[in-house]
């Protein structure tokens, strides 16, 4: 069962799925801390080039599935133009500001 994103409990990863989802490049560097990193499959990655092949470029979609640790760890369907769907997992650290300071992905 797929959970809407208004209901994600944390604010922080609430806006950055919904900017995904929009696929609003704006609401979604807004949402990143300065410095923002992050990882794929356990690499750490370009965070712009990544985000732009994998999100923005390609139409990125997250259809979230579960929730965790306190809203900072996320089961998703993802779905893009390049890789079809597939089931993902994501875990995000958020500053004390609420921004993403990190987030790492990876196939679940």
Known sequence: MTIQVAKLSNP?????????NAHDRDAFRAVLA???TMSDDGSDRDLDEWTEREI????????????SDGGLALLARYSNDAWG??????SFTVDDGGKVSRFETGQA
């Open 12 to 20: 922080a990863v609430r806006e950055f799925v919904s900017a995904v």
């Open 34 to 36: 300065p410095g923002a």
């Open 56 to 67: 923005f470029d390609s139409h990125g979609h997250m259809e979230v599935d579960n929730e």
């Open 85 to 90: 769907e597939m089931r993902t997992r994501w």
